[in-house]
C-alpha cells in the first residue's frame, strides 16, 4: 500500500444521507470514491478517481487531486466547503512550531 497524503485544506462534505465528512487525505478521498460514492459514473467521477490514484504514486499533484474531488463533488450534488488546518481548527492561534 502506497503512503498516505494529506491535503494542505481539508475538505467537508455534505452527503446525500444528510450526513457530512470531512476527508483530509488523498487514501481517505480515494476510498471513498471506489466504495461509498453515491454516483458511479460522470467525467468528473472518473477524472478524481484517477487524479488520486496518480497523486498516491506521486505522479500528479495532490491539488490537482483535491480539486478534481471537489469537482467530483459538484457534478454528484454533493456540497463540499474547505476548512481550516486542523491545528487552526483545534488548538493554539499560531502553528506549531518547527525545530531544526
Same mark, same amino acid.
Given at each position: ?7 494542505? /485544506?481539508? #475538505?467537508? &462534505?455534505?452527503? +446525500?444521507? =444528510?450526513?457530512?465528512? !470531512?476527508?483530509? +487525505? &488523498?487514501?481517505? !478521498? #480515494?476510498?471513498?470514491?471506489?466504495? @461509498?460514492?453515491?454516483? *458511479?459514473? =460522470? $467525467? ?5 478517481? $484517477? ?5 498516491? *504514486? *506521486?505522479? /500528479?499533484? &495532490?491539488?490537482?487531486?483535491? @480539486? ?6 459538484? @457534478?454528484? =450534488? #454533493?456540497p463540499v466547503q474547505a476548512l481550516p488546518p486542523a491545528w487552526q481548527r483545534s488548538g493554539p492561534? !499560531? ?6
Amino acid at each position: 500500500m502506497l503512503a498516505d497524503i494529506f491535503f494542505a /485544506t481539508p #475538505l467537508h &462534505v455534505h452527503l +446525500s444521507n =444528510g450526513l457530512s465528512r !470531512t476527508f483530509d +487525505s &488523498v487514501n481517505d !478521498t #480515494l476510498d471513498f470514491l471506489e466504495n @461509498e460514492w453515491p454516483l *458511479r459514473h =460522470g $467525467e468528473r467521477y472518473k477524472r478524481a478517481c $484517477e487524479k488520486c490514484r496518480a497523486a498516491l *504514486r *506521486r505522479q /500528479t499533484p &495532490v491539488a490537482v487531486a483535491r @480539486e478534481a474531488f471537489v469537482a467530483a463533488c459538484l @457534478e454528484a =450534488g #454533493l456540497p463540499v466547503q474547505a476548512l481550516p488546518p486542523a491545528w487552526q481548527r483545534s488548538g493554539p492561534s !499560531t502553528p506549531p512550531r518547527m525545530s531544526a
